[in-house]
């Protein structure tokens, strides 16, 4: 069984920062890629952004040189660094992590449970 936990959402002015992070925990054989989703109210989930097991990242448009995504593979924690928000950057935000629970199983994907973030004056 493997668990993701999410802590770091809350209200921000726009223009403050934010850091996300999500551990895994449980029977983790190995991790592959990690990823932040955002939903907002009436929107379809999207990617935020990714890093590959060789430390590749990757990012929307919307957030290219304001978040950063990182993470630390001996603590199985993927973390999201989010500068000068904007309120179009409210929505619900969800870590994804690919795992491998066991050397005989096969890579699944785990999502966190999700974490509110809402950036108003």
């Known amino acids: 069984q493997v668990q993701l936990v999410e802590s770091g959402g809350g209200l921000v002015q726009p223009g403050g920062s934010l850091r996300l992070s999500c551990t895994a925990s449980g029977s983790i054989f190995s991790i592959g890629a990690m990823a932040w989703y955002c939903q907002a109210p009436g929107k379809q989930r999207e990617l935020v952004a990714v890093i590959t097991s060789g430390g590749s990242t990757n990012y929307a448009d919307s957030v290219k040189g304001r978040f950063t995504i990182s993470r630390d593979i001996a603590k199985t924690t993927v973390y999201l660094q989010m500068n000068s928000l904007k309120p179009e950057d409210t929505a619900v935000y969800y870590c994804?992590?690919?795992?491998?629970?066991?050397?005989?199983?096969?890579?699944?994907?785990?999502w966190g449970q999700g974490t509110q973030v809402t950036v108003s004056a």
């Open positions: 994804n992590l690919k795992i491998v629970p066991t050397s005989r199983a096969r890579v699944t994907d785990y």
